[in-house]
């Protein structure tokens, strides 16, 4: 039996002198057809950067999503520009280039044509910037509009004994755990994960540690190594004394 192909094009060959070949039956496999992962979208209102850069608009994401998507909505009709899309971090961090190209919006027998969305490499970036570098888009109530997409983050939860269980989040004196599991999560995803895996709904949210939990505390003070330390230090001292000592005594009356 030969694998699998996908060639559009089938061809048999029959010896003549056998029997004539009837093709009675065709039987086809088609793959099973991956849904799209859901898409999040956000529309970002745009605001002058500087008097000095009429065409240069910023926008404020508001939060750290793991966007991988952008478009730039133009408020008239027939409007074509080109664009350079930029982001950082922070206020304080430098600019960096994620996209740049044609951006459109036409009308055309009341048909509405407007550009692709655009795909960058996934940065969780929350303040964007959008230079016009060919074109024009009117200030104020006509300013340009960021659209933002992303596919959100998946949370696994591995449930040990019985329910209900309880979600906490925000400690600041919690980081990240050092486990790994890649490897299982990954043969969840192979086995049949709907006998294995299901949803979970939030219940009524309750305050535990409260603002005191956001408090980063101070490392406890690791007494055993600083002895150790200080152990080691001394007996550096005193080995180097000791060969002072013979040195001296095996070359008196000369200065090391």
């Known amino acids: 039996k030969d694998p699998p192909s996908s060639l559009n094009y089938l061809r048999i060959n029959w010896p003549a002198d056998a029997p004539d070949l009837r093709l009675t039956k065709v039987e086809a496999v088609f793959p099973e057809i991956q849904a799209a992962p859901d898409r999040k979208w956000c529309r970002l ?58 951006f459109y919006r036409l009308f055309v ?4 044509i407007s550009n692709d ?30 659209e933002i997409g992303w596919i959100p983050h998946r949370l696994l939860f591995l449930a040990r004994g019985e329910g209900p269980f309880t979600l906490a989040y925000g400690s600041a004196g919690l980081g990240p755990d050092d486990s790994s599991m890649k490897n299982v999560l990954h043969e969840i995803e192979e ?29 406890e003070f690791d007494w055993k190594t600083w002895l150790l330390w200080g152990i080691l ?24």
């Not at 949210?205 to 490392?219: H, S, T, V, Y």
């Not at 007996?235 to 005594?249: E, K, N, P, S, T």
């Open 191 to 219: 086995a049949n994960k709907s006998d294995m895996t299901g949803k979970a709904a939030l219940g009524r949210q309750l305050e535990l540690g409260g603002d005191a939990a956001l408090i980063k505390r101070q490392p």
């Open 117 to 146: 969305v655009l795909s960058i490499a996934e940065v969780t970036d929350r303040f964007w910037r959008v230079e016009v570098t060919s074109g024009t888009v009117g200030p104020g109530r006509h300013s340009p509009a960021l």
């Open 45 to 102: 209102e745009a605001s002058l950067v500087s008097e000095s850069d009429p065409e240069a608009y910023g926008f404020d994401a508001k939060g750290s999503m793991p966007v991988d998507r952008v478009n730039i909505e133009l408020p008239e009709k027939n409007s074509l520009i080109r664009a350079v899309i930029k982001s950082r971090p922070t206020r304080q961090s430098e600019w960096s280039v994620r996209q740049k190209g044609f």
């Open 233 to 256: 230090t001394a007996g550096v001292f005193f080995l180097g004394f000791m060969a002072f000592r013979i040195y001296r005594q095996m070359n008196p009356g000369q200065s090391p």
């Open 109 to 112: 027998d009341k048909t509405n």
